[in-house]
C-alpha cells in the first residue's frame, strides 16, 4: 500500500494538538490519541461513549519505545519477537515513572500494548513522539469498524479526520494475553491460541470471561448489531436474517455468508461488513449457522457470544 506522506502529517499535527484521529489497523480501525495526554484520553472516552472502567490499549512503533513505559520478561520477548508487529496486545507493568495517562489504564498499574502492522499506522508512529491509545473506532459495544465508512457512519463529523488505510485483512482484534507471571489469554482475537502457545512451548489459560474487567474487550455486551442473535440455528423466522459459514447452494435472499469455502480466516475478516450489512437490511434478528470452534472459529463465535447479550 502506498503511503500518503501529506496524510501522516495531517495525522500527526492533530494529534499533538491532543486531538483524535482515526487509524488503519491489520485487526480493525482504531480512534487514537496521546496516550500521554489526560485531555486526548478522556476525548477517547467520550467520542466512543465508554465506561471508564475499560482500560485502552496502547500502540507503539516498536518495544525500545516502549521500554520506558513497561516492564518486560522473557516470555514477552519471545512473543514480541515472533509475532510482532501483529495482532496481540500483552498485558505487562507499568513503570513507576511512566508519562502514559491513567485515564487510559483507570488508574491501573498494568497496561495493554500492541505494536500494529498495519504500514501506514506504523508510518505514524515512528514519527510521533509518543504512543497512541486506541481503542476500536466505534461507538461503544457496537460493531467494530474494518473501513473509513464504518468510522464515518459511526461518528460523522466528530472525527476530525480518519486515516485512510483500505480494509483491514484480519477483521478481529487483537488477542489479549496477560504476560506478567503465568500467560493467561485474556481475549481471543486474530492470533490463534495454538500458535502462541507452541511459540512458548506450553497451554496457556483462557480466562476470557472475568469477574472483574481487567483488559479491554471484556465486557459481556460487545460487537453488536443492536438486534437480537440466535446461535447455532438450523432456520430461521419470520423477518429474521440467517449468517452462514459458507454459501449454500439453495441461496435465499435472508442468507449472508461469511465465506466462500468454509475458510475461517475469510469468514474472520468478513464477520463486521457482514452484521453492519444485516444491520442496514432493517432485519429484526439474525440467525446464526453453527460455526467450528477451532481455529479463528473460536474468536468468531466469541464476538457472536458477546453481540448476542442484546
Do not use: W
Request: aromatic fraction near 8%; charged fraction near 30%.
Amino acid at each position: 500500500m502506498k503511503i500518503n506522506l501529506a496524510n501522516i502529517k495531517k495525522a500527526q499535527n492533530l494529534l499533538n494538538k491532543k486531538e483524535c484521529v482515526a487509524i488503519p489497523t491489520e485487526t480493525v480501525y482504531g480512534l487514537a490519541g496521546n496516550a500521554y495526554s489526560d485531555q486526548a484520553c478522556q476525548k477517547i472516552f467520550r467520542l466512543k461513549k465508554r465506561p471508564k472502567y475499560n482500560p485502552l490499549i496502547v500502540h507503539y512503533y516498536n518495544y525500545k519505545k516502549m521500554k520506558k513505559d513497561c516492564n518486560f520478561n522473557d516470555n514477552f520477548l519471545k512473543l514480541y519477537k515472533r509475532f510482532c508487529p501483529g495482532p496481540i496486545t500483552f498485558i505487562l507493568n507499568l513503570k513507576k515513572n511512566s508519562k502514559i495517562s491513567k485515564i487510559a489504564t483507570n488508574k491501573k498499574k498494568s497496561l495493554a500494548v500492541r505494536f500494529p502492522k498495519h504500514i501506514i499506522t506504523r508510518s505514524l508512529l515512528k514519527v510521533l513522539k509518543f504512543p497512541l491509545a486506541a481503542p476500536s473506532a466505534n461507538i461503544s459495544s457496537q460493531i467494530s469498524p474494518v473501513c473509513t465508512n464504518d468510522v464515518k457512519e459511526d461518528f460523522g463529523k466528530k472525527i476530525k479526520f480518519v486515516l485512510e488505510g483500505g480494509k483491514s485483512s484480519i477483521g478481529l482484534e487483537s488477542t489479549i494475553i496477560d504476560i506478567r507471571n503465568k500467560p493467561k489469554i485474556l481475549r481471543l482475537g486474530g492470533l490463534d491460541v495454538a500458535t502462541i502457545e507452541k511459540a512458548l512451548n506450553k497451554k496457556i489459560l483462557i480466562n476470557n470471561k472475568p469477574s472483574k474487567i481487567s483488559a479491554p474487550g471484556q465486557i459481556k455486551l460487545h460487537y453488536s448489531p443492536g438486534i437480537p442473535i440466535r446461535l447455532n440455528a438450523k432456520n430461521t423466522k419470520d423477518k429474521e436474517a440467517f449468517l452462514l459459514i459458507n454459501k449454500k447452494k439453495e441461496a435465499q435472499p435472508n442468507h449472508y455468508y461469511l465465506s466462500k469455502t468454509d475458510n475461517l480466516k475469510e469468514a474472520a475478516k468478513n464477520l463486521y461488513s457482514v452484521l453492519r450489512k444485516i444491520k442496514k437490511k432493517k432485519y429484526k434478528s439474525i440467525a446464526v449457522a453453527k460455526i467450528p470452534n477451532k481455529g479463528l472459529g473460536k474468536t468468531i463465535n466469541d464476538r457472536l457470544i458477546r453481540a448476542s447479550k442484546f
